[in-house]
């Protein structure tokens, strides 16, 4: 495509980008669509020993069965400071919410995705809302968690 050999070509006599003199532009590449971005909020709560709360997303759809701290729905119309987008498993809780230092934007096949980091720390070992387990950072490596999930846990640990 970038050094067609008319001179050797069968066609060259019936090729009408040979005759307009564009044959080494041929063939272009289809412009790339837009990728639309949806935002959403990332929840990640730590406990006494430094565990952090974690859940499984439904076994079917984008990122199935793996890992994550829990986060509200994505949209292109997502508010990312609306704190009655917390989980509903996780009201009443956590006390108390703070935005973390830094978002966390990813980009998949057909989006790019902005995600909100709050975070909040509950003191002692209380037991995990129905449907979340705690995991220690130790075993954080060995979690189910997609690299979204692992940027989100990063900007949320960060102090």
Same mark, same amino acid.
């Given at each position: 495509? *970038?050094?067609?050999?008319? @001179?050797?070509?069968?066609?060259?006599? %019936?090729?009408?980008?040979? $005759?307009?003199?564009? /044959?080494? !532009?041929?063939?272009?590449?289809?412009?790339?669509?837009?990728?639309?971005?949806? *935002?959403?909020? @990332?929840?990640?709560? !730590?406990?006494?020993?430094?565990?952090? &709360? +974690?859940?499984? $997303?439904?076994? *079917?759809?984008? &990122?199935?069965?793996?890992?994550?701290?829990?986060?509200?729905?994505?949209?292109?119309?997502? %508010?990312?400071? #609306? +704190?009655?987008?917390?989980?509903?498993?996780? %009201?009443?809780?956590?006390?108390?919410?703070?935005?973390?230092?830094?978002?966390?934007?990813?980009?998949? !096949?057909?989006?790019? +995705?902005? +995600?909100?980091?709050?975070? @909040?720390?509950?003191?002692?070992?209380?037991?995990?809302? #129905?449907?979340?387990?705690?995991?220690?950072?130790? /075993?954080?490596?060995?979690? /189910?968690?997609? !690299?979204?999930? $692992?940027?989100?846990?990063?900007?949320? &640990?960060?102090?």
């Amino acid at each position: 495509p *970038k050094r067609p050999a008319c @001179a050797l070509c069968p066609w060259v006599e %019936a090729c009408a980008a040979h $005759r307009a003199g564009i /044959a080494e !532009t041929l063939p272009k590449k289809a412009p790339k669509q837009a990728k639309p971005t949806r *935002k959403g909020m @990332a929840f990640v709560v !730590t406990r006494g020993d430094g565990a952090v &709360l +974690l859940r499984r $997303r439904p076994p *079917k759809g984008l &990122l199935g069965g793996m890992s994550e701290p829990p986060v509200s729905a994505w949209s292109e119309t997502a %508010a990312q400071d #609306d +704190l009655t987008q917390v989980p509903d498993t996780l %009201a009443g809780f956590v006390p108390r919410w703070r935005r973390a230092a830094g978002d966390v934007r990813h980009t998949f !096949t057909h989006f790019h +995705l902005e +995600l909100a980091v709050w975070r @909040a720390e509950i003191g002692g070992m209380p037991q995990a809302p #129905d449907g979340h387990w705690w995991s220690k950072p130790e /075993a954080l490596d060995g979690e /189910a968690l997609p !690299t979204v999930m $692992r940027k989100v846990l990063a900007a949320g &640990l960060r102090d």
